[in-house]
T-cell receptor
Framework: EAQVTQNPRYLITVTGKKLTVTCSQN?????MSWYRQDPGLGLRQIYY???????DKGDVPEGYKVSRKEKRNFPLILESPSPNQTSLYFC????????????FGQGTRLTVV | AQSVTQPDIHITVSEGASLELRCNYS??????LFWYVQSPGQGLQLLLK??????LVQGIKGFEAEFKRSQSSFNLRKPSVHWSDAAEYFC????????????FGTGTKLQVIP
C-alpha cells in the first residue's frame, strides 16, 4: 500500500529539548515536503527536498532543520523547540513538485510547553 | 506570488442538500488546481485535480469542480451532501516544470446537520 508514515503521531515536549519527527514514504517519490497546519492559516511549507541531499527552505523554516540522506526518509528536526512551534505537522511526498498529487502522512501533533 | 483564497471559513449544510465551496487563485502561468479533503485526525487526501481540458472535473466521493479562468475560480460542488462529508477542504494551486511550489488555501470546514 502506498503510504507516507510519520512518527510519532502525538508528542508533548518541553522548551529547548531537541526532537525529531520521522517521515518515510514507500512510493519512490523524489519530492518530499514538511508543512505545519495552524488554525486559520492553512498549511504552510517549512522545508522541501527535490531529491537526496537536495533540501531548501519553504515559507516558515525558522527553528527547523531537515535532512535527506535516503530517498525514502525526510526527518524534521527541532533543535530547540519553543511554544510557538506547537502545531500539527504533515509530511508529504509526490513524484513531481507542483503538478501531481501529494500524498500526506497522518500528521504529528506537537505540543511544546 | 501565487495565492489561494477560500473565503468561507465554516459552512453548515443539511444532509442531502447541495454544496459549493469557493476557491479563488492567483497564479502567473497556467495553474494546476487541486482540492484536498482532511477528515478529523487524518492527513489530506486528493479529491480532484485540474490542469487542462474539460473545465468541469470529476473527482472521488461524488465531488466535482469547475475551472473558470475569467474569474480565477475553482469551486468545488456536490449535488447531495452526506454526513460523512463533514471535514475540512483545502484548495491548492501549483504548476509544472522545474520546482513549482504548491500553495494551499486556509481551508473551509464543512459541518453537515441531519
Amino acid at each position: 500500500e502506498a503510504q507516507v508514515t510519520q512518527n510519532p503521531r502525538y508528542l508533548i515536549t518541553v522548551t529547548g529539548k531537541k526532537l525529531t519527527v520521522t517521515c518515510s514514504q514507500n512510493m519512490n517519490h523524489e519530492y518530499m515536503s514538511w508543512y505545519r497546519q495552524d488554525p486559520g492559516l492553512g498549511l504552510r511549507q517549512i522545508y522541501y527536498s527535490m531529491n537526496v541531499e537536495a533540501t531548501d527552505k519553504g515559507d516558515v523554516p525558522e527553528g527547523y532543520k531537515v535532512s535527506r540522506k535516503e530517498k525514502r526518509n525526510f526527518p524534521l528536526i527541532l533543535e530547540s523547540p519553543s511554544p510557538n512551534q506547537t502545531s500539527l505537522y504533515f509530511c508529504a511526498s509526490s513524484s513531481q513538485t507542483g503538478s501531481t498529487e501529494a500524498f500526506f502522512g497522518q500528521g504529528t501533533r506537537l505540543t511544546v510547553v | 506570488a501565487q495565492s489561494v483564497t477560500q473565503p468561507d471559513i465554516h459552512i453548515t449544510v443539511s444532509e442531502g442538500a447541495s454544496l459549493e465551496l469557493r476557491c479563488n487563485y492567483s497564479y502567473g502561468a497556467t495553474p494546476y488546481l487541486f482540492w484536498y479533503v482532511q477528515s478529523p485526525g487524518q492527513g489530506l487526501q486528493l479529491l480532484l485535480k485540474y490542469f487542462s481540458g474539460d473545465t468541469l472535473v470529476q473527482g472521488i466521493k461524488g465531488f466535482e469542480a469547475e475551472f473558470k479562468r475569467s474569474q480565477s475560480s475553482f469551486n468545488l460542488r456536490k449535488p447531495s451532501v452526506h454526513w460523512s462529508d463533514a471535514a475540512e477542504y483545502f484548495c491548492a494551486v501549483g504548476g509544472a516544470g522545474g520546482y513549482q511550489k504548491v500553495t494551499f488555501g486556509t481551508g473551509t470546514k464543512l459541518q453537515v446537520i441531519p
